[in-house]
């Protein structure tokens, strides 16, 4: 039997799609693509117009339906809330900063006065803000390939991009500046992908389990706890970025009005136990609701509300 591995058609959703078929493979298991389109693929409204978890809908009830076997999404993009009918996995990571993609090699200190970048997100519209209130921010959607054409075109003068999905793509020399998340913050399990099965099915079960990778998986689940926590979904601006390091898992969290005008941006620190994955999940999970709980009670529902 041959896995049918569903993701959408672009070149990063079928690059990282294939980063997970290769990783079957060589694992035993013979795998193949399937494209499956999705509404956010044919509507380029903006996402918060569209629907939270636009991108992935489509991808579940295919897979639901049996037209395809497995599923991967890029984590950030899925909706909060647990679904029971699916196994989900996290493989490795990919590098979860922001990057920024500027004419002549500009970066957002020497972006001139009123320059035109594009992004639609919410968090990343409130930290540039923050830091050049001065700059024109337009609305970008698109793949990757249209949204750095903007760009070059002359259309607009930068665009912020996450930098994993440059570097899954091998354009990762395209950016002009690579932010650390102490710069801007990130979004919730951004670089991560969520790779899921149905329930039901114990040979795709058994072969998702051979690519969970521990570290990633503790890490993206404190920060989506966080955001679950919340009531955020993928469109809010809210930002999280988790590291871990000898077992010690901290994790940082932003709350942002749109216009830059105020944040909340808070830390904690939690020791992650060897007990198994379980266990550790359910240890960095605490700790993103505990840091939530931290962020409404100083008036971050406020300021998501705030337009």
Same mark, same amino acid.
Request: cysteine-free.
């Given at each position: 039997m041959t896995f049918k591995i569903g993701t959408r058609g672009s070149k990063l959703a079928t690059t990282q799609a294939?980063?997970?078929r290769d990783a079957l493979i060589a694992a035993g298991f013979d795998s193949e693509l399937h494209i499956v389109t999705t509404q956010g693929d044919v509507n380029m409204a903006p996402v918060e117009r569209i629907g939270v978890g636009v991108f992935t809908q489509a991808l579940r009830e295919a897979l639901e339906a049996g037209e395809c076997d497995i599923a991967v999404h890029s984590f950030k993009d899925l909706p909060t809330a647990w679904d029971e009918r699916f196994v989900l996995v996290v493989?490795?990571?990919?590098?979860?900063?922001?990057?920024l993609i500027a004419r002549d090699g500009l970066t957002l200190e020497t972006l001139p006065e009123g320059a035109k970048v594009g992004t639609s997100a919410p968090?990343?519209?409130?930290q540039l803000k923050a830091k050049r209130p001065d700059l024109d921010i337009r609305p970008l959607r698109g793949n990757i390939e249209t949204r750095m054409g903007k760009v070059t075109s002359g259309e607009l003068d930068a665009v912020v991009l996450a930098y994993a999905g440059l570097r899954r793509t091998d354009l990762g020399d395209r950016a002009t500046q690579v932010f650390e998340p102490s710069e801007v913050l990130p979004a919730p399990a951004q670089g991560a992908l969520a790779v899921e099965c149905r329930a039901d099915d114990e040979r795709a079960v058994a072969a998702l389990e051979r690519l969970v990778d521990p570290d990633t998986t503790v890490a993206a689940m404190a920060e989506r706890a966080l955001l679950n926590r919340l009531e955020a979904g993928c469109t809010a601006p809210v930002a999280a970025?988790?590291? /871990?390091?000898?077992?010690? /898992?901290?994790l940082t969290a932003g709350v942002f009005a749109l216009d830059g005008s105020r944040q909340l941006v808070t830390n904690e620190a939690v020791q992650v136990p060897d007990s198994g994955l379980a266990d550790a999940t359910a240890v960095v999970t605490a700790l993103g609701r505990d840091l939530a709980d931290e962020l409404l009670h100083d008036g971050a529902a406020d300021l998501m509300a705030a337009e």
């Open positions: 294939g980063h997970v493989p490795p990571r990919a590098d979860a900063r922001e990057a968090r990343r519209i409130s970025h988790a590291e /871990l390091f000898d077992n010690q /898992l901290t």
